[in-house]
Structure formats: structure tokens, C-alpha cells
């Protein structure tokens, strides 16, 4: 991404940050339906919340692990792209929705993004909001199972 050539520097700026998050999201819809068409078929099936596979077949396992896994990751990164810590892609969404006058104030918190970044983490604010979302998500997969 080329910053220099956007025409309007805060449509652009939201469109590109928000591209990745939404990219995220995508990709766990698109296994949370595939998810669910396996459970559905009974290929897979509910055990501790998670999708898991009948333990005799170990095809299945894997495929159970890795759908898995790229769920909760995607997920996961949609939704900590989105906190409005810089330089994380929520903070660059927020700057361009508020208006410009909080240009400079936001420009300041630029400098301290990685230290609010690692107070979250080690406050356990992140394992928090996790710890509501990753089991929201699947539940979202699982609605009427």
C-alpha cells in the first residue's frame, strides 16, 4: 500500500485497515460453515465446546484440529486488530472516524502503542476479552446443535 498516492488520505487509510479485519472474519465464517457442514454430516462433533472427530479416525483428527485452529485464530486476530491501540489496525479505523481534531492527540498515543500494547497483554485485559469472544464464536457455529 502505497499512502502517497490516496486521494483521500481518511476513506482510504479506514478502507485498508479494515480490510484486514474483515479478512479475517471471512475466513472464519467460511470454516465455521464448513465446521458445521462436517458436524452436521457427522463427520465432527462437540466435545468440551470444540469441534472433535471420532478418536478412530485420525484423518479426521487432524482435519477436526486444523479447522480448528484456523477458526479461533482468525477470529482472534479479527477481533485484537480491532482494539484501538496503535499501531494495531483498530487505532488507524478510529483516527479515521473521529473527527479532525482528534488528529494530533491520536498522533501523540502513536509513540506509546507498543507500551499500551504490552501493558494490556500483561494486565491480562487480552485474555479477558478472549476468554468471551473465542467461546461466543463457537457457540455462533454451534446455534441450534
Given at each position: 500500500?502505497?499512502?502517497?498516492?490516496?486521494?483521500?488520505?481518511r476513506i482510504?487509510?479506514f478502507?485498508?485497515?479494515?480490510?484486514g479485519?474483515?479478512?479475517?472474519?471471512?475466513?472464519?465464517?467460511?470454516?465455521?460453515?464448513?465446521?458445521r457442514v462436517?458436524?452436521?454430516?457427522?463427520?465432527l462433533v462437540?466435545?468440551?465446546?470444540?469441534?472433535?472427530?471420532d478418536p478412530?479416525?485420525t484423518?479426521m483428527?487432524?482435519?477436526?484440529?486444523?479447522?480448528?485452529t484456523?477458526?479461533m485464530?482468525?477470529?482472534?486476530?479479527?477481533?485484537?486488530?480491532l482494539?484501538?491501540?496503535?499501531?494495531?489496525?483498530?487505532?488507524k479505523i478510529l483516527?479515521?472516524?473521529?473527527?479532525?481534531?482528534?488528529?494530533?492527540?491520536l498522533?501523540a498515543?502513536?509513540q506509546?502503542?507498543?507500551?499500551l500494547?504490552?501493558?494490556?497483554?500483561?494486565?491480562?485485559?487480552?485474555?479477558k476479552i478472549?476468554?468471551?469472544?473465542?467461546?461466543?464464536?463457537?457457540?455462533?457455529v454451534?446455534?441450534?446443535a
Amino acid at each position: 500500500v502505497n499512502p502517497l498516492a490516496w486521494r483521500n488520505k481518511r476513506i482510504a487509510n479506514f478502507w485498508v485497515s479494515i480490510a484486514g479485519i474483515l479478512g479475517n472474519f471471512a475466513i472464519a465464517v467460511v470454516v465455521g460453515v464448513i465446521i458445521r457442514v462436517l458436524y452436521t454430516s457427522g463427520a465432527l462433533v462437540i466435545r468440551g465446546g470444540l469441534a472433535a472427530a471420532d478418536p478412530n479416525s485420525t484423518v479426521m483428527e487432524g482435519v477436526a484440529s486444523l479447522l480448528g485452529t484456523f477458526f479461533m485464530l482468525n477470529v482472534g486476530l479479527g477481533v485484537f486488530n480491532l482494539f484501538p491501540i496503535p499501531p494495531l489496525d483498530g487505532s488507524k479505523i478510529l483516527a479515521s472516524i473521529l473527527p479532525e481534531s482528534f488528529e494530533s492527540g491520536l498522533a501523540a498515543l502513536d509513540q506509546f502503542g507498543f507500551i499500551l500494547l504490552f501493558i494490556a497483554l500483561f494486565t491480562g485485559v487480552f485474555g479477558k476479552i478472549f476468554g468471551v469472544i473465542i467461546p461466543f464464536a463457537w457457540g455462533l457455529v454451534f446455534i441450534g446443535a
